[in-house]
């Protein structure tokens, strides 16, 4: 290994802020809390507070992570949208259990989902592509996302030709691109506290609604 300045890993350490979580703040259902806690990471300034790491579930059982951009939530559940070709959406065709987690660790603050991921109507992924930029637009035509790629001219190529293809005309959706909502069985919230002794409070759907319950930090 080449010399590198000693980075003492091991004693990065935070105290947090003694901002607490209890049960009768976190409502009845997670998402006026999720809708609270997203607007306050956004106030301090977070880059991509939208930003959610997606983890699904491959071939035996094998799990792969990934950041993508929630794009809209309500009682349903959280939206994103990426190319049906991708090995997200592969793995999630074969088994859509999946996770999310939202780290928001500049406020000391994480959210954690647990569900089941399903695409939107195409009527819905419609909707949400006409707001993308031309640019974006563009780029999902030519886009054959998680294959190989021989270099970047090949992308470089691709985007020109598709480019050149639509001109000046209005573009629509490709249909190998669009939109999944994960529904979820589970919302955590994690409140960083000082010594050690986080607050988190987990919701978790029931047959009569959700049920909110206090985990060990
Ligand atoms: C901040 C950030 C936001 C991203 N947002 C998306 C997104 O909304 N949709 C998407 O398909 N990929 C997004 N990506 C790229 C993915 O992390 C990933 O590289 C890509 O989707 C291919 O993943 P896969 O091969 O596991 O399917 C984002 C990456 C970063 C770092």
Do not use: C
Not at 15 to 34: C, I, M, V
Not at 193 to 214: I, K, N, Q, Y
């Amino acid at each position: 290994m080449p010399d590198h300045p000693p980075l003492d890993v091991a004693a990065l350490r935070r105290e947090y802020a003694n901002l607490g979580l209890d049960e009768q703040e976190a409502g009845r259902e997670p998402f006026t809390l999720f809708r609270s806690w997203l607007q306050a990471a956004l106030a301090v300034g977070i880059a991509e507070p939208n930003a959610m790491v997606l983890a699904t579930v491959g071939h035996a059982g094998a799990p792969s992570v990934r950041t993508v951009l929630l794009k809209g939530f309500d009682d349903r559940g959280f939206v994103f949208f990426t190319n049906y070709t991708s090995r997200k959406a592969r793995e999630l065709a074969d088994n859509p259990r999946a996770a999310l987690v939202f780290p928001w660790i500049a406020v000391g603050r994480q959210v954690t989902v647990r569900g089941t991921a399903s695409r939107l109507t195409g009527a819905e992924s419609d909707e949400y592509f006409a707001t993308r930029p031309r640019g974006s637009q563009v780029a999902a035509w030519a886009s054959r996302q998680s294959d190989l790629l021989s270099g970047r001219a090949e992308l470089d190529a691709a985007v020109a030709a598709v480019a050149e293809r639509v001109g000046q005309d209005p573009v629509t959706r490709p249909a190998y691109w669009g939109g999944f909502r994960l529904s979820p069985e589970e919302v955590e919230f994690w409140q960083g506290r000082g010594d050690r002794l986080h607050d988190r409070l987990r919701f978790s759907r029931t047959s009569e609604g959700w049920r909110l319950e206090r985990l060990w930090p």
